[in-house]
């Protein structure tokens, strides 16, 4: 991530209004914000990040606005003299924290704008527009004043009551107009990067949430490392063969399955928001860094501009389009496309030489497998970060050596697939030479594509992923059929779902009644299958999925709470956005041992409760007790108790349990009885 | 392939943490998380099998109620296999540490975490040294039941699993907070007190980008404790778990000592202060000395390059107003506080029914409403023809009608409670035979019946502490502003961006379509597709 604005980076700019744009910084193009100004771009190339700045008034001399650095110690001036005033004064009135923060930014001009920004009233002038006054009740006044709960209204009324003009008329409604403080600060805004949280939050808050499936950031966070995605190891790029051209199939590089690591597999149906949350922990989201001040100077300079535009002829596509910045720019004005075209940020970079047509370009290591409903994956989104998985010829980004992608069919029926199955074309040196370089073209486009399906598929069937990561619109008991065997033993697997059913349908296939009956070999089905097998289970309709696949399954979510902290005024936010909550499925792969596998607990169960509506002269009837799990061991039991009359007993120490695993801790059984007392109520 | 047996010093034990990259099988000297049930999780690490072990002749040996499990059974396999549970031969340990054992099991987890650790610590008596790899270990011999499975070691499980010095951040805090101050591959993050760990081990897999060689800038973490023996212990662990080189951990003060290391910078762009008063270290979190900014001899330990994120944890809201505070006037932008509400679900059965199996988890009243009218009809039925047959067989009955319905009403509710797979009602009460339940009434296997439901855990947390977040970006003097300008100098006549008029829209969408004209048709229909998201986002992209 640079810390430096580089030209043609998506950057968002932050407005006065709270709300955000997301745009590219492009060379030589004067940025628009509508009323908040308009500026030249290139005033805040090479600039930091987080600064905020101020479209100034234009010079005479010039036809175009500069800008200002506001220093924080102005934009915090409101709150500090607040803080100022409430500890001189223990319970300061509203009033008197008014003067305050009048006097504290002394010099500067309030304006009062209505909901279409126009200037209604200025401190120290003339009503503007007299149309837009509405006259307001005296209560109302009052009311106003005693609120004191938001700054802006206390500063309007300040504002409106020292106002001659507006004495006369009374005053406004409040509620219709919104406070800036001064006519300068209408026109600050401040640029932030473009990361995945940033991005985001946009994208959800300000954009389109179903987009992205409502992924909020709480929840990034938790399937991230729930998933335990993270930097999966140096770059190991597998060695070209060198096949000649009239080399086949037989000369591509065999897998080796040992030198596969830190590989991730995901199902992404968050047009690649997901990929790029996952890419951003694995450090392959963002371009190396180098020395950044020098780095975007060459590019700025005309030679620089020059090498590109020789360079990209050779290209076609998307990237020729994007060595040319007027065009490949020339529709996202206005407002942000949707699919950002990719721009080659680091142009300074080379691409790499090309290997032979069979020279397999991914790392071994650290990359993120994404599985697809549709013959190409949407990942729209990463064009924000200049990926565009679509380009043929794509300037140097670190996606491309780390993302695979491939198909459900080439996944699971890669012999139905036409690039995995159709050898590839094959021609002695001599022959190539005699074609017409189109011929030439699509013959080692061919032979490359081949190569790379050949490798990923296989790659990805070899298994052995270290996480799984989804956010899917398909249900998950599909998914994890067909990509539980693919990982490793001990692998997480993390599932978004904005909606709790199909992760609560998705648990229930590991709830502990279905395991117990699975290991206790009453699954016709399942008898005299190896281990293998059964972890290629097809599933049925009692078991869609092997229950012993799974340990640890859990369902959880998580809610940020925002809150204002202002002297005096400090409390939760009144609204937030709404709509998914969004949770999270997480397990880790289990390694089930070989035949049956008896649970046991060396400890005498605690009462069972009264909401489970036995009565205590059954219970003590029952020879064995289980640990218990205030939900589940109830079918557990039952299911144990029923095994135990139609099979012989196995744990003759008479303390067996169905399913230790997914009992409750037991060490607190006062607690347990506390929770079940509690039901009953 | 690396289920080597042999014991194993530490200077062998595997480079790379096992955080980070745990490989295929499990391996000796290296943590191991045992979970012994959903959410009892028990850190190990594992011992060799040279020998006897604390008087265990099967090496070092876990003791859990679910069984024992003697290290040699969980050395060399796959990460997250289930483990069986062995008979081990106590030998003459059984007596000796007999009333350790029953403490562990009665205390619970927290006992059990550490049990572990002891006995490594004894395990050095001479006689057992002696031994060495010539003591044929005995020959483990599998349990008839118990179980466990073995997992790796991620920041996740160590987080509930750690030997809690402190209170710990727990998932749902540092997943959001690593999150929100940019903790990525690569970056530099300081942190203070580092406490139990918890979140070091989460901050330490999010900077990771590669062991660093020699004066290489790699991610790292710079972590601050002034509690000696907590400081200590973590060092410990830091070694133990191969992150050493990773996290540097330092002994010291952080509000009088700040957060330089040897009087030299970190480079930081990432905070994270877990401290009863962050604001008293904040000042020394700044680009220059605030109490003099032409303090040349002051050394920030901040990233001069890079924006810092930084977020502090406080359990009380006091400590927020004052660290706000702080923050505001050290020129922190972007001020921002949250708390993070988490809850668990599970999820179950819900079995409702006159007609289910009996078993304690279903309540055996109607499901609907035609189920309680079938019952009720069915007993008035029966009452009937009682009454009926009573009549003619009895005389000496009292003619109390009322009185019979009542007590067969009693009968059938204490029967429909203990009999629920039969259809027909019976009033005579039997203790139910097993034999009923085999399938249940629904014709459903038990897992599948009833309706499946979410509820959420019996207790929740719901305050944490306060985590505010907020922005220090890099300082930009004159000197940069000018060479910046220098080189990104404003040119001449220039095409509007961002916010432009209907008429210009209009005009650039027009030369947008004739340059499009004659390319590829893919290329057509891409840009087609823009045009309509462009149009679609004009409409609402407008600034507010
Ligand atoms: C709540 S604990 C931190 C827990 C840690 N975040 C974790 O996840 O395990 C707070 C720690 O800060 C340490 N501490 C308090 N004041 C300190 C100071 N001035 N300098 C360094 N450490 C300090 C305490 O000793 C304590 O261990």
Known sequence: MHSLIRPNAWVGLKLPSGSTKVMQIIPNTTISLGKYGAFPANLVLGRPYHLTFEVLDKTSEENFSRLRIVPASELHAEAIAEEDEAEGNATPATGSANDAVITATEGEEFSLVDEKGNVVARSGREVIDDSAIQTLTQDEIEELKREGNNAGKDVITKLMLSHTALDQKTTFSLAKYKLLKTKKYIRRFQVVPIDVASFAQWQLEEKDASKIMDLRAEMFGLVGCW????YGGEDSIIDDPHSRTDQGEETCVPIQTDELKGRWLAVDDTCGMLVAAMAERMGVLYPKEGNEEEETTTEQTAEAKQEVKTETPTQNGTAKENGDVEMADAVPETTVPERPKTTATNK?????????????????????????????????????????????????HPLLNHLLNLTWLQLLKPELD????????????????????????????????????????????AGNFSGLVCASSMDPISILKHTLPLLSGGAPVAIYSPSIEPLAALADCFSVPRRTAWTSGNVPETVGKSLEELERWEGNEQFPLNPTLLQGVSIHTSRARRWQVLPMRTHPLMTERGGADGYVFTAWRAKPAEGRVEARGKFKKIQPSSNKKASKAEEESTPVETPAAVEEDDAATAVKR???????????????????????????????????????V | MDGTMAPVTRS???????????????????????????????????????????????????????????????????????????????????????????????????????????????????????????????????????????????????????????????????????????????????????????????????????YPTEGERKGKVYSFEFHEQRYHKMNKELEEHNLDSLVHLTHRDVYNGGFLIDGKSPEAEAIFLDLPAPWEALHHLSRRNPKNPQDKDWVSPLNPRKSAHICTFSPCIEQVTKTVSALRRLGWVDIDMVEIANRKYHTSRERVGLNLSMDRGVNNSARDVDEALARLTEIETRFREHAAKSKESDDEMDGDDDGLIKRHEKKEQKGGKKRGGDKKVKIDHKPASPESFETPASGM????????????????????????????????????????????????????????????????????????????????????????????????????
């Open chain 2, 445 to 544: 296997p038990l897992w599948m019946e009833g309706r499946l439901i979410t509820r959420g855990e019996p207790e929740i947390k719901t305050h944490t502490s306060y985590l505010v977040f907020a922005t220090l970006p890099r300082e930009w003097t004159e000197e940069d502003e000018a060479t910046a300008a220098a080189r990104h100098p404003v040119v001449g006549e220039q095409k509007v961006i961002g916010v432009v008029d209907k008429a210009a829209r209009k005009q650039e969408r027009r030369e947008q379509l004739q340059k499009a004209t004659g390319n590829r048709k893919a290329r057509r229909m891409e840009r087609a597709a823009e045009l309509a998201v462009t149009a679609e986002g004009g409409a609402s992209g407008v600034v507010p």
């Open chain 1, 227 to 230: 998933g335990n995605v993270h």
């Open chain 2, 12 to 210: 062998q034990a595997p480079k790379i943490s096992p955080f980070l990259e745990p490989g295929k099988t499990t391996k000796v000297g290296s943590l191991a998380i045992l979970q012994l049930s959903r959410d009892n999780l028990q850190p190990v690490y594992l011992k060799a099998p040279a020998g006897k072990h604390d008087g265990y002749a099967e090496g070092a040996v876990v003791n859990t109620r679910y069984g024992s499990f003697p290290h040699s059974t969980m050395i060399g396999v796959p990460w997250g296999s289930q483990i069986r549970a062995s008979k081990v031969d106590t030998g003459s340990r059984g007596r000796n540490n007999k009333r350790k054992r029953d403490k562990s099991d009665d205390n619970g987890r927290e006992a059990s975490a550490t049990v572990t650790e002891e006995k490594t610590e004894q395990e050095s008596t001479p006689a057992e040294v002696n031994d060495g790899s010539t003591a044929a270990t005995k020959k483990v011999v599998a349990d008839v039941s118990g179980f466990i499975h073995i997992l790796p070691p991620t920041p996740e499980v160590w987080t509930s699993s750690l030997p809690h010095r402190t209170q710990v951040v727990y998932t749902p805090d540092y997943s959001y907070v690593l999150h929100r101050i940019r903790a990525r591959p690569g970056s530099v993050l300081i942190e203070a007190g580092a406490g139990s760990g918890s979140f070091s081990h989460a901050s330490v897999r999010a900077v990771y980008n590669g």
């Open chain 1, 418 to 461: 036409t690039s995995y199955s159709t050898p590839p074309p094959t021609a002695s040196a001599e022959e190539l030479a005699s074609w017409k370089p189109s011929r030439r073209g699509n013959f080692h486009r061919k032979r490359r594509r081949f190569a790379r399906t050949r490798y990923i598929v296989d790659s990805t069937r």
């Open chain 1, 348 to 396: 300074k970079q080379k691409v790499r030489p090309r290997g032979s047509d069979f020279a397999i370009p991914f790392s071994q290591t650290n990359t993120l497998t994404i599985i697809h409903s549709t013959s190409q994956p949407n990942l729209s989104l990463l064009n924000y970060w200049n990926f565009d998985i679509t380009a043929p010829n794509h300037p140097p």
């Open chain 1, 642 to 680: 029923k095994r135990a009359d139609t099979l012989p007993p196995l744990d003759t120490e008479g303390a067996s349990t169905p399913e230790n695993a997914a009992t409750d801790d037991v060490a607190s059984p006062t607690k347990k009885r506390k929770v079940d007392g509690e039901v009953e």
